[in-house]
């Protein structure tokens, strides 16, 4: 009798021992990931910059509103929402996988990261803008496929964007502006993916996990 109560005690130490090295291991699984409805900011990851828009538009090429890159960490023009492209969906909270089609939306101005043929500013690449009206709703150019070669697009590991309508990466040129915006970054669009500066980190961020209902409940915060 006593023999049996010890074993049993024993069995339910043991289980809820179990239970909790594989709920503390879901967490850390859960954390790895940038997830459909996360709010993130993108770092280039050789140029030390974040990816940034403003309400400031381009003087020339399509006059769209202007997307840089900037040094600061703290600059609230610098959070992107991952959302999926138009006419599908995304569980929020899920994983986002490698080769998925994205877009990227400016969350302050709700403009989507965006491109097209016109020449770029600075270097005469192409340009990227920001696009859409103020619902986040654009076109078919702010789609973008998040390249990576794990399964899923890792927080830790830096991914590259391909633009789906024109199939170039998403890049900083090194080259900076001088006024309204001295000192920003000025970002491109180049066809390969190997040309320098086409690495994005995930960075600073709101992350939502599967069966949270909005970015801002319950999101993981990471020195916002
Ligand atoms: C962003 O920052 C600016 C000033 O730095 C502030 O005026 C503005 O309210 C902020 N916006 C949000 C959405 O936090
Ligand atoms: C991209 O976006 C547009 C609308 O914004 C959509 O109609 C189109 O099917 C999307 N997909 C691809 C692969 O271009």
């Not at 005690?9 to 909790?20: D, E, K, R």
């Not at 538009?57 to 959302?83: F, I, M, P």
């Not at 500013?121 to 078919?140: A, F, H, K, R």
């Not at 899923?152 to 502006?177: C, I, N, Q």
Request: charged share 20%; with cysteine; glycine share 10%.
């Amino acid at each position: 009798m006593e023999n049996t109560k010890i074993l049993s005690i024993a069995t339910l130490v043991t289980v809820v021992f179990l239970i909790s090295i594989i709920s503390e291991k879901t967490e850390a699984a859960k954390n790895e990931f940038v997830t459909c409805g996360s709010i993130l900011k993108l770092i280039n990851t050789d140029l030390k910059l974040r990816l940034h828009s403003h309400d400031v538009k381009y003087g020339s090429g399509s006059g769209q509103q202007s997307v840089t890159a900037v040094e600061v960490s703290d600059d609230n023009n610098s959070h992107w929402l991952v959302r999926p492209m138009t006419g599908e969906t995304c569980k929020r909270g899920a994983p986002i996988k490698c080769n998925t089609n994205i877009r990227l939306q400016h969350v302050a101005t709700k403009k989507n990261l965006h491109s097209h043929f016109f020449t770029s500013p600075l270097s005469g690449n192409q340009e990227v803008s920001c696009y859409g009206d103020d619902e986040g709703e654009g076109d078919s150019g702010d789609n973008w496929t998040v390249v990576c070669n794990n399964d899923y697009w890792r927080r830790d590991t830096p991914v590259k964007f391909r633009h789906v309508d024109t199939g170039s990466y998403l890049a900083g040129s090194g080259r900076t502006f001088g006024r309204p915006i001295n000192g920003q970054g000025e970002i491109v669009g180049v066809s390969s993916q190997y040309g320098a500066y086409t690495d994005w980190q995930a960075s600073e961020g709101l992350f939502v996990h599967p069966g949270e209902l909005l970015p801002h409940q319950h999101a993981v915060h990471t020195e916002l």
